[in-house]
């Protein structure tokens, strides 16, 4: 037999594809880690709740196939479209008040000449008390007998009990302890704007207003829309403070999804009922996320 030699070209050639093949196995095996845990933890969970929402399961999982029967039911709950109008409440009263807050702050933070970290940190350090220490100082500040607020204004206000005023409550608490990491991230995007962009408007007669309004805001616009965005998904998952301050009272006043969720999972052992309402909040975040991502962007433009 005559042994056939490969040219240098087919050499060539055969190196390099050994070549994309070991960058490719090692690219495979660097993500595998991380592909791995992400089915594992989240895909297959959330395929899992999509199928148990389609049964009559308990909190077990044990059911039979029921089909859209659940859904039917949700949508024909007054409690589900209580709990999403006071869903919806509390966002009002959260997301833009807080970028707002988050904006203010910043801009006073870079003006101070001195401790100016140290003003930082104070803003930022209720953002990393867990909630139930911040839920604990709120719930003795806003007490209706002996709360400070109360007893220094003279008033008698039921705050996390009075129907009117529980909701905005549990919103200022919420505002108070998120606004720290709206801040940080203003002050990074503050930061970023070039300092001769200012000196050039300066020179051109531009005033304060004036160099917010046409340099400031549009170049914090990009960090404006990401806050935004995570504010509008956070608190749309809101639970941990109704919970620990009102539990969803007075009168479901405070009753928003997850302590929805909650209630028929946990407490009533409704569990493919309870995975309906995950299914129809996440589809909900989805849809809301998507249409405030594209209206932002187009503000941007």
């Given amino acids: 037999m005559i042994e056939t030699v490969p040219t240098h070209t087919e050499a060539s050639s055969l190196a390099k594809r050994a070549q994309i093949r070991r960058r490719f196995l090692t690219a495979l095996l660097m993500v595998a880690p991380f592909t791995i845990i992400y089915l594992l933890f989240l895909i297959y969970p959330t395929l899992r709740v999509v199928q148990l929402s389609l049964t009559n399961a308990d909190l077990s999982g044990n059911g039979v196939f029921v089909g859209l029967q659940n859904y039917i039911r949700l949508l024909r709950e007054p409690t589900f479209w209580t709990a999403l109008l006071n869903t919806l409440y509390f966002i009002l009263l959260t997301v833009v008040p807080n970028t707002l807050v988050g904006l203010g702050l910043a801009l006073l933070v870079l003006r101070l000449k001195r401790l100016k970290n140290f003003v930082l940190a104070a803003f930022f350090l209720p953002y990393v008390l867990p909630v139930s220490v911040v839920t604990s100082i709120w719930g003795w500040v806003l007490d209706s ?12 206000i039921t705050w996390f009990q009075d129907p009117f005023w529980a909701m905005p409550s549990v919103a200022f608490v919420t505002i108070w302890w998120t606004v720290g990491f709206n801040v940080l991230l203003f002050i990074a995007g503050l930061q970023s704007i070039s300092a001769d962009i200012y000196e050039a408007a300066a020179l051109d007669g531009a005033g304060g207003a004036r160099m917010f309004w046409s340099i400031t805001w549009p170049n914090l616009w990009p960090v404006t829309s990401l806050i935004l965005l995570l504010q509008l998904i956070a608190q749309f998952k809101i639970f941990d403070q109704v919970y620990l301050l009102t539990q969803g009272g007075p009168f479901d006043k405070t ?17 493919g009922y309870a995975s309906t309402i995950g299914v129809m909040l996440m589809l909900i975040i989805l849809v809301v996320s998507a249409i405030q991502s594209r209206l932002l962007n187009r503000g941007g433009a």
Avoid: D
């Fill in 145 to 156: 007998n002996f709360g400070l607020l109360n007893t220094l204004s003279g008033s008698s």
């Fill in 255 to 271: 009753l928003v999804l997850l302590l929805y969720n909650y209630r028929e999972g946990f407490q009533q052992q409704h569990g």
